[in-house]
């Protein structure tokens, strides 16, 4: 499985920015995929995942702001982000695992197969 994270850039606070996240495979829609995000000197922090049905999961820092969505006729995976905030600057990674059960979702070692990150830096 192969990841390809795209769509970060330079924005203001308050706007909005959609991430793209292309996994390669036959077996995509077996897989949850998350978001991670690391800034720079912290840890990689969970930001949102969705599973094989669809259900979702949000870090408290992005509820209300950020929505994750897939396209299983593409395998495709989206981050919107909304109202973004100068603290959501950072690389931005997606990542899948092959798991029905959404819990342990949050934790970045669950996940075995990671793509390279994109960057969102948001000014004030």
């Known amino acids: 499985v192969q990841l390809q994270a795209s769509g970060g850039g330079l924005v203001e606070a308050g706007t909005s920015l959609r991430l793209s996240c292309a996994v390669s495979?036959?077996?995509?829609?077996?897989?949850?995929v998350g978001w991670f995000r690391q800034a720079p000197g912290k840890e990689r922090e969970f930001v949102a995942a969705?599973?094989?049905?669809?259900?979702?999961t949000y870090a408290d820092s992005v509820k209300g702001r950020f929505t994750i969505s897939k396209d299983n006729a593409k395998n495709m995976v989206y981050l919107q982000m909304e109202s973004l905030k100068p603290e959501d600057t950072a690389v931005y990674h997606c990542?899948?695992?092959?798991?029905?059960?959404?819990?342990?979702?949050?934790?970045?070692?669950?996940?075995?197969?990671w793509g390279q990150g994109t960057l969102v830096t948001v000014s004030s």
């Open positions: 969705v599973g094989r049905s669809g259900s979702s």
């Open positions: 990542a899948a695992r092959q798991s029905n059960i959404m819990g342990r979702s949050t934790i970045p070692s669950r996940y075995p197969y």
């Open positions: 495979g036959r077996t995509f829609s077996t897989y949850i």
